[in-house]
């Protein structure tokens, strides 16, 4: 079925094509365990004010292990208190390139030491579809997922 960023971007159907196979491959085949990538989905979603992601995303995080308590903050905008070591590298770097458009030295170190050098290029690709992704349905006015077992997220005040 045809639903979420895919009905928007129907208005461009080679560029639907083309971003479903990157979203496949970083979904089910890239090099970071699914709950870095669905945590750092829900980071994009939460920067974006993203509804259906989140609301999509959101129990297919729980599911990858992400806590709850976690999900909890970024849905208020907060840094997630007590994450293991591997969340808190993908969520810094992750704020890091949004907020700077790129990574310190020492963050790139710190995620090449974790991810190492194809789970760094396969995050930032991930952060840059989903940012994309989000983009896209925020401007076609994407409604939420219905029923997906979470609120949706407050928006940010401007």
Do not use: K
């Not at 995303?57 to 976690?70: K, M, N, S, T």
């Not at 208190?81 to 993908?90: F, H, L, R, Y």
């Amino acid at each position: 079925a045809v639903f979420g960023p895919f009905i928007a971007l129907l208005r461009s159907p080679e560029l639907m094509r083309r971003l479903q196979s990157v979203g496949e491959y970083l979904r089910f085949g890239s090099a970071l365990a699914p709950r870095i990538s669905e945590f750092l989905i829900l980071i994009v979603s939460r920067q974006w004010t993203q509804q259906f992601e989140w609301r999509m995303h959101y129990p297919l995080a729980l599911q990858a292990g992400v806590r709850q308590e976690a999900l909890d903050a970024l849905a208020q905008g907060c840094r997630p208190p007590g994450m293991a070591q591997d969340e808190e590298v993908a969520y810094d770097f992750c704020d890091e390139l949004a907020r700077h458009h790129g990574v310190s030295d020492a963050t790139y170190q710190r995620a090449l030491a974790v991810f190492g050098e194809a789970g760094v290029i396969d995050m930032s690709t991930l952060i840059g579809y989903f940012t994309t992704v989000s983009m896209v349905m925020n401007v076609a006015r994407t409604p939420p997922l219905p029923g997906a077992g979470c609120a949706p997220l407050a928006p940010f005040p401007r």
